[in-house]
C-alpha cells in the first residue's frame, strides 16, 4: 500500500471528504475546497496530503492517531493554512527518506526504535 500511497506526490486535486484523523477531535473535520484556488491554497485536504497522512497511519495502526489531516510545525498559521507548499514539500521529503528506511529495516523495526514517517521533518499531525 505504501508504494501506492508514494505516488500521490504532487497530486493537489482535493480529496472529496471533509474528515480525517481521531473521530474525537473536532478538529478532524478539514475545510472543503471553494472554487477559489488561491483562496483554498494551504487550507483544503489535497489527495499528495491525505497519502502522506495514510502512510503516518499505516505506521500507527490506526486513523485516529491525530486530531486531522493537517500539517504543523508548531508556529503560527493563518486563515487555517496548515498545509502551505513548503511544509507539504518537507513531509514529502521525510517520508520519501523513511521509506527507504523501511525498505531496509521493515515497519517492526521503526516502530520498536520510535521512527515515525515524518519524524526528521519538524512536523506532526
Not at 47 to 67: N, T
Amino acid at each position: 500500500m505504501i508504494p501506492l500511497l508514494l505516488a500521490s506526490k504532487g497530486n493537489t486535486n482535493p480529496v472529496p471528504c471533509g474528515a480525517l484523523g481521531s473521530s474525537d477531535s473536532n478538529g478532524a473535520i478539514t475545510l472543503l475546497p471553494s472554487d477559489n484556488k488561491e483562496f483554498d491554497e494551504g487550507r483544503s485536504l489535497t489527495i499528495e496530503v491525505a497519502a502522506v497522512y495514510l502512510i503516518s497511519a499505516i505506521y500507527f495502526e490506526e486513523f485516529g492517531f491525530a486530531d486531522a489531516a493537517y500539517l504543523q510545525d508548531g508556529l503560527p498559521v493563518e486563515f487555517w493554512r496548515y498545509n502551505t507548499n513548503e511544509r507539504v514539500s518537507r513531509a514529502w521529503s521525510a517520508v520519501e527518506c523513511w521509506y527507504f528506511e523501511y525498505q531496509a529495516l521493515g515497519m517492526q523495526s521503526l516502530r520498536k526504535q520510535g521512527r515515525p514517517p515524518l519524524r526528521e521533518s519538524g512536523l506532526w499531525f
